[in-house]
């Protein structure tokens, strides 16, 4: 939560930028004048929301990637092993695993998320109350399906990012055990 609510500005910029294309000339451009026409506190919308899908998504991250890895160790290592690293090689492959689950595990928070970010914003009506009032309201016009649009687009992103940080785990894990 701490890292979500630290960067959350620049993504909430980020979305702005992509979903209105031409309004703001970049980055800096977005950050200034979503300060100065909306208030300092507009960097922050929907912030909550951030870090309500937070939950979903880590916890999912890290149990399957810690129930991978355990299978991995039993079916691959050996007796006696489970506290050995894996290495950056399965650590890749595992967290894209992670990365997957996490993903799946955490989209109809995020979806509604961005729903709830965007509303009102470059000429958008506000349609949701709140992030749960959106999530039903996706149910009821799309169906349980609607909470999952785009979670293909996603998975593209979030499964190398989490493939990435397990495997520079697993490598510093290693190297951490060598020195030890």
């Keep these: ?8 500005p620049l993504d909430l910029a980020r979305g702005r930028i992509t979903t209105s294309p031409g309004v703001y000339k970049g980055l800096g451009d977005a950050l200034v004048r979503i300060s100065k026409d909306e208030g300092v506190g507009a960097l922050y919308k929907g912030i909550s929301h951030a870090n309500i899908w937070a939950i979903p998504y880590y916890a999912a991250t890290f149990c399957s990637y810690d129930a991978a890895k355990k299978l991995y160790v039993e079916g691959y290592l050996g007796e006696g092993e489970e506290k050995r690293s894996v290495g950056p090689g399965v650590g890749l492959v595992l967290g894209m695993v992670g990365g997957c689950c996490g993903t ?27 992030l749960f009032d959106c999530m039903g309201g996706v149910v009821r016009t799309e169906g349980i399906g609607g909470l999952f649009g785009g979670v293909s687009a996603n998975i593209a992103k979030m499964a190398p990012a989490s493939a990435i940080t397990f495997s520079c785990y697993e490598s510093i894990l290693k190297n951490l055990q060598t020195w030890g």
Excluded: D, T
């Excluded at 939560?1 to 959350?8: A, E, G, K, T």
């Excluded at 995020?110 to 709140?130: D, F, N």
């Design 1 to 8: 939560m701490v890292c979500i609510s630290s960067v959350y």
């Design 104 to 130: 799946v595990a955490g989209f109809p928070f995020e979806s509604a998320r961005r729903k709830m970010q965007l509303q009102g914003v470059g000429g958008r009506p506000a349609m949701y109350k709140g």
